[in-house]
């Protein structure tokens, strides 16, 4: 009888060794589970899908300080496109500008003001001048804040009967805003000014 109560409480020990051991391992799979679906959400999160030309191409969302350099270069890029790429139609000029403004403080719209006052646009207007710019070089100090830059661009005036190519070279300071549909960097050029503006080349039509 001794012996059956012996066996019968050996028993019920490997039952609750083992109970014990399948409970910690279902812990053990419950929260491999949870953790793995945890990344996979966090994974998707960051996977963003944008439209290239009817196309879903996939990027990936990450902090600012990830691409600072990146998002700065193409702050400025963008900010000296939209206020040199003008038309000889008036609309076209206020929309552009309206864009590059948008990236800048008061610098921008003061060098707005002046060329406007000059009769800069509506020269361009008058006598069918197309303007654009390609942006060569940036340097950037990013070492103090706010943010150091100086541009180097080239412009392209087209007339009717030739072609002037401008070398440009401006400077400023960049600081961090809030980013905005018409702001999408959340940057903010400021101090910008126009450091040289000469001919380069002239080619006849």
């Given at each position: 009888m001794f012996n059956q109560l012996r066996n019968i409480d050996s028993a019920f020990g490997h039952i609750k060794r083992?109970?014990?051991?399948?409970?910690?391992?279902?812990?053990?799979?419950?929260?491999?589970?949870?953790?793995?679906?945890?990344?996979?959400?966090?994974?998707a999160q960051q996977r963003?899908?944008?439209?290239?030309?009817?196309?879903?191409?996939?990027?990936?969302?990450?902090?600012?300080?990830?691409?600072?350099m990146v998002e700065l270069r193409d702050h400025i890029k963008m900010f000296h496109?939209?206020?040199?790429?003008?038309?000889?139609?008036?609309?076209?000029?206020?929309?552009?500008?309206?864009?590059?403004?948008n990236l800048a403080d008061e610098s921008g719209r003061k060098a707005y003001d002046?060329?406007?006052?000059?009769?800069f646009y509506n020269n361009l207007i008058s006598a069918n001048i197309s303007l654009s710019l390609q942006v060569d070089s940036v340097q950037l100090d990013i070492n103090s804040y706010p943010y150091v830059?100086?541009?180097?661009?080239t412009q392209k005036l087209v007339r009717s009967s030739s072609t002037v190519f401008r070398?440009?070279?401006t400077r400023g300071l960049v600081r961090s805003v809030s980013r905005s549909d018409n702001n999408p960097h959340g940057f903010l050029i400021e101090?910008?000014?126009?450091?040289e503006n000469g001919d380069n080349t002239l080619v006849g039509r």
């Open positions: 083992f109970s014990l051991f399948f409970l910690l391992c279902c812990f053990g799979v419950s929260g491999f589970t949870l953790w793995k679906a945890f990344e996979m959400v966090r994974y963003v899908y944008v439209l290239v030309n009817g196309k879903a191409v996939e990027v990936f969302a990450g902090e600012k300080k990830d691409n600072l496109y939209w206020f040199f790429t003008l038309d000889p139609d008036e609309k076209v000029i206020q929309g552009n500008i309206a864009k590059a403004l002046n060329l406007k006052e000059q009769g830059f100086r541009c180097f661009a070398k440009l070279v101090r910008w000014e126009t450091v």
